[in-house]
């Protein structure tokens, strides 16, 4: 079992805002990594570190930390942001699935 | 730009071993990075399997440490994975991928920036 924990599943309105979670005891010297991963895709790096975008990710996403929290927030999500999240730091959490209604 | 391709067999039987290759096209394997193996069982979540160092230092999960060995071929520009005494819990898809570990003041960054398409593993007789 994950040292990571997520919650399974969120969902967001179109053009809402969403924040996912990850705790663990880890997080207190890591900050934590964000994939998404699409069905039959390879994970892709969205978040890493205090709150950095790999180019090409757009700037709705977004991280936080504290204390044994991370957090990914999507300002304003889009039909193509529904996908698996996963965070990361070395271990994986279990990850979330996010459906944009 | 750096490309990872997987490649190995498809399939293996129970009791046996699991060998994977990375190649790594774009860059070199002695860059400042530690090279990763990541695992996805069918419709479950990514599992970190291990990385290594050019200069062969490795960190493996505590959960498959006594069966895995990952090795770098700098010759190659390759990584190299071994599971041995495989069971069907191991089918999965296999993922290799370029980490990137940075220390700050009180803080570590620890991510995968470059992953590879990933490779199906059967566990099977």
């Known amino acids: 079992s994950s040292e990571l924990t997520q919650d399974p599943a969120v969902s967001v309105a179109l053009g809402q805002t969403v924040r996912i979670t990850c705790q663990g005891d880890s997080l207190r010297s890591y900050y934590a990594s964000w994939y998404q991963q699409k069905p039959g895709q390879a994970p892709v790096l969205v978040i890493y570190?205090?709150?950095n975008r790999p180019s090409g990710i757009p700037d709705r996403f977004s991280g936080s930390s504290s204390g044994n929290t991370a957090s990914l927030t999507i300002t304003g999500a889009q039909a193509e942001d529904e996908a698996d999240y996963y965070c990361?730091?070395?271990?994986f959490g279990g990850g979330t699935k996010l459906t944009v209604l | 730009q750096v490309q990872l391709q997987e490649s190995g067999p498809g399939l293996v039987k129970p009791s046996g071993t699991l060998s994977l290759t990375c190649a790594v096209s774009?860059?070199?394997?002695?860059?400042?990075?530690?090279w990763s193996w990541v695992r996805q069982p069918p419709g479950k979540g990514l599992e970190w399997i291990g990385e290594?160092?050019?200069?062969?230092?490795?960190n493996y999960n505590p959960s498959l440490k006594s069966r895995v060995t990952i090795s770098v071929d700098k010759s190659k520009n390759q990584f190299s994975l071994k599971l041995s005494s495989v069971t069907a819990a191991d089918t999965a898809v296999y993922y290799c991928a370029r980490g990137l570990v940075l220390a700050t003041p009180g803080y570590y960054y620890y991510y995968m920036d470059v992953w590879g398409k990933g490779t199906t593993v059967t566990v099977s007789s």
């Open positions: 774009g860059g070199s394997i002695s860059s400042s990075n530690w």
């Open positions: 990361n730091s070395r271990d």
């Open positions: 570190g205090k709150n």
């Open positions: 290594i160092y050019h200069s062969g230092s490795t």
